[in-house]
């Protein structure tokens, strides 16, 4: 077993390329384990949930510094993966080694309450079938004797990805007139529907176009009318005009309906 107490350490950073302000590092940010079938796992270490059935999220070990590390047998466990398990030709993991994908997937989005922080989650994916070796030469004699060392591993490689959300301006208005020009383009073909193709037609025709009168004649009407009431306003006017003093006597010309001149005398 002492090739499962091996540590992995994990520095790791993110940058959004077209959202700048969107960025950070595994020291600053949080992340937990995904565990695929493990149950003992998910029962041994805690997680944002307290589970005891896989999956489930685990919390890493950290580093002073923040920085987060596993053991290799925790890594292959969440895998639901052991090095004694045949790889190929009745070999173990442990005699062939292995090939181990360590994906690290970003997100700042939760849902309900939207864009937050980012966070992250691990999943080491161990690839079936595989295997590792390197070969280390040592010289007795440079050139002339030399020894090969044959070694087999765990063979690790980090694989970033993710989705991360921000407002962009540009975006919005791409959004936007895409919209629109979906729902005129809808228009259009109903409208083209309804009057040219569907039995019914006609009537949609009439229902669609109101026939109004024309407007030039309208305005016309109205000119005609308006002066029509100013000039019965000024005829209206000069059937009294009242003195400028209100104590005062009616002037005794006063003027008829007719427009003529009417005296009137006070008899004793």
Known sequence: MAAERFTVLIDHSVLATSIRHLQGTSSALSGRLYV?????????????VETKTAPCYIRPNTTSRGLDFFSLDVLLRADDVSLDDVSYDGKTYRETGASLIFEITYQNFRGWPGVGEIFYSYTPMVVRGSSYKYYDAIYAEYRERRHLLNQHGIYVEA???GELRGFSFNNLLIQLTTSLTLFATATVLTDFLAIYVLPDRNHYNDYKYEVTP??????HELEERERGLLAGQIQASDLYRPPDDPDAAPDPARRSADGAITDWHDEA
């Open 36 to 48: 695929k079938k493990s149950h003992a796992l998910c029962a041994e270490y805690g997680g944002s």
């Open 159 to 161: 694989v970033q990805g």
């Open 214 to 219: 024309d407007f030039s004649d309208m305005r």
